[in-house]
């Protein structure tokens, strides 16, 4: 087939050429001193994006090894953690957190829909001795296509004493995070999501208030320790060898992030949504997500009746070369999802919607042609940049 593959995934994403190439470079010493200019610069950039000027580590890890690093730093074993979920990765986190030892209460919202602040303030509430020692949520429900507002969530804690710790692996960079404005401790995000790189870094970023409570730290922990992260950062090293071309990698990503600007990034991230939700709508289809809680980074689209969202993706696939992700566990063949984060452009969304409409109508699926196009045109032509 000719032309790249559209990879419109919720991660990994599309990388930009720069990126490329800037990974394909010879390999240097990670202890030495060319290392140790990038991993302070790249550390930097990183922090910027998490909106923190306290601790960030970086790992040669997928999402879910952050996660763990986040559990075996931060909760000992026997504490009481209340974990927040809102589909598959909000259970995630509280598994992990049960895995090693912690007691977990469980707030969970239906698939589709954003957590509940409210309901947190009443749980804490009921925490009078205040034995919680951490709240777990995610920022962005990748299965689900919906994101929690983590200011209103931190601000349901009042003032419980608990750590706010959050998963941001696919919305940080794609929606608006700030983690000391909204006085999160704890925040973990990877590589291969809008920070427009392969998968392979975890990022960890986590408070001075966090780093205390970690030196009390009773859990298991080797790889993933803290405190020997740190004492290397100082150095201007990691503690194991890093992952040096994502390093370079990461290092060309955000000086295009920083060329954009943090601002607008965000802002495009929006209009996407925006434009993908209406062009769906105009097609006839449904939505999982509300506008209010709607992702930025992905959209949920459900398959007419509920089934055949598998055999839409497969048609997607084999006549337009257009990569969609699936629904997991009991959304599976329900919907598809449309990643929209990172290294993607209006261009590409129009695409995707014309070839949307082509594959619904060869499916059976009643719909005018040209409808979801047209609302995405205009979409396009009305939008400020
Ligand atoms: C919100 C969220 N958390 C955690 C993960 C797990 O990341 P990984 O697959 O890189 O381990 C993902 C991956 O898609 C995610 O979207």
């Not at 030196?215 to 080797?222: A, E, G, L, Q, V």
Request: proline letters at 4%.
């Amino acid at each position: 087939m000719i032309g790249q593959q559209y990879l419109m995934l919720p991660g990994p994403t599309p990388i930009p050429e720069r990126v490329l190439q800037a990974m394909n470079r010879p390999m240097i010493n990670h202890r030495g001193p060319e290392f140790k200019d990038m991993l302070l610069e790249v550390t930097k950039g990183v922090k910027m994006v998490y909106g923190t000027d306290h601790n960030l580590l970086i790992y040669p890890s997928s999402g879910t090894g952050v996660l763990e690093a986040s559990i075996v730093n931060f909760i000992s074993p026997g504490d009481k953690v209340l974990a927040i979920s809102i589909g598959v990765f909000g259970d995630r986190f509280a598994s992990i957190a049960q895995n090693f030892g912690a007691q977990v209460q469980k707030l969970s919202f239906k698939w589709g829909q954003a957590a509940d602040p409210t309901q947190l303030r009443e749980a804490l509430a009921r925490d009078q001795e205040k034995k919680i020692k951490a709240v777990l949520v995610t920022h962005n429900e990748t299965s689900t296509g919906t994101f929690n507002d983590i200011k209103a969530i931190k601000e349901a804690m009042q003032d419980h004493p608990a750590l706010l710790m959050v998963d941001c692996v696919s919305g940080l960079g794609a929606l608006e995070f700030q983690m000391d404005a909204w006085g999160v401790d704890v925040a973990l995000s990877g590589s291969q999501k809008a920070f427009m790189i392969p998968p392979g870094l975890g990022f960890m970023a986590f408070s001075d208030r966090a780093l205390k409570i970690h030196r009390r730290n009773t859990n298991h922990r080797f790889y993933w320790d803290v405190t020997e992260g740190l004492k290397y950062l100082e150095k201007g090293q990691t503690a194991f060898t890093p992952a040096v071309s994502l390093f370079y990698g990461l290092q060309e990503a955000l000086s295009m992030m920083l060329e954009e600007g943090l601002d607008h990034i965000i802002k495009r991230h929006r209009r996407y949504r925006d434009m993908v939700r209406a062009s769906i709508r105009a097609m006839g289809l449904d939505l999982l997500a509300a506008d209010t809680e709607a992702s930025t980074a992905v959209t949920a689209v459900l398959a007419p009746g509920r089934s055949g969202a598998n055999q839409i993706r497969n048609r997607m696939l084999k006549r337009f070369n257009i990569a969609l992700a699936g629904g997991q566990l009991e959304l599976d063949d329900v919907m598809f999802r449309i990643g929209h984060l990172g290294y993607v452009r209006e261009l590409d969304l129009l695409a995707v919607i014309a070839a949307l409409e082509i594959t619904m109508l060869e499916s059976g699926f009643k719909l005018e042609l040209g409808a979801g196009v047209n609302r995405a045109q205009r979409f396009i032509s009305e939008a400020e940049d």
